[in-house]
Nanobody
Framework: QVHLVESGGGLVQPGESLRLSCAAS????????MGWYRQPPGKQRESVAV???????NYKDSVKGRFTVAWDNAENGVYLQMNSLKPEDTAVYYC??????????????WGQGTQVTVSS
C-alpha cells in the first residue's frame, strides 16, 4: 500500500507563491502517476496537475503557466509549485497516487488534504 502526506498549505495574498509537497511511503515503486487535486468551497474536487512516472504532465487550463508539478526524489513524492496565486485558487488541495501491485487491482490513494487560501 501507499501512504501520502501533504504539507505546505497556508494563507497568502494574491500574486504570491506557495509550494505544496507530498511525501509517499510504502510501495512507492508501484506508483504510476501522482498528482494534485483541489476542492474549492462548495464545489466538486477537480484535477489540477498530474505527472506520470515518465515525466509527462497535464494541467488544468486555469493553472497553466502558473503551477508546476514535478517529482521530488527526496520525499519519494511530488511537489506543486504555485506562482501568481489568485483568490479562485483557494481550495483544499489533495495529493493523489495511482498505481498497480501484482495480483491486486489498481489502487487510487489520497492524502489528507491541505488548505490553501488566497486572500488580501
Amino acid at each position: 500500500q501507499v501512504h501520502l502526506v501533504e504539507s505546505g498549505g497556508g494563507l497568502v495574498q494574491p500574486g504570491e507563491s506557495l509550494r505544496l509537497s507530498c511525501a509517499a511511503s510504502g510501495s512507492i515503486f508501484s506508483i504510476n502517476t501522482m498528482g494534485w487535486y483541489r476542492q474549492p468551497p462548495g464545489k466538486q474536487r477537480e484535477s489540477v496537475a498530474v505527472i506520470t512516472r515518465g515525466g509527462v504532465t497535464n494541467y488544468k487550463d486555469s493553472v497553466k503557466g502558473r503551477f508546476t508539478v514535478a517529482w521530488d526524489n527526496a520525499e519519494n513524492g511530488v511537489y506543486l509549485q504555485m506562482n501568481s496565486l489568485k483568490p479562485e485558487d483557494t481550495a483544499v488541495y489533495y495529493c493523489n497516487a495511482k498505481g498497480t501491485i501484482p495480483a491486486s487491482p489498481p489502487y487510487d490513494r489520497w492524502g489528507q488534504g491541505t488548505q490553501v487560501t488566497v486572500s488580501s
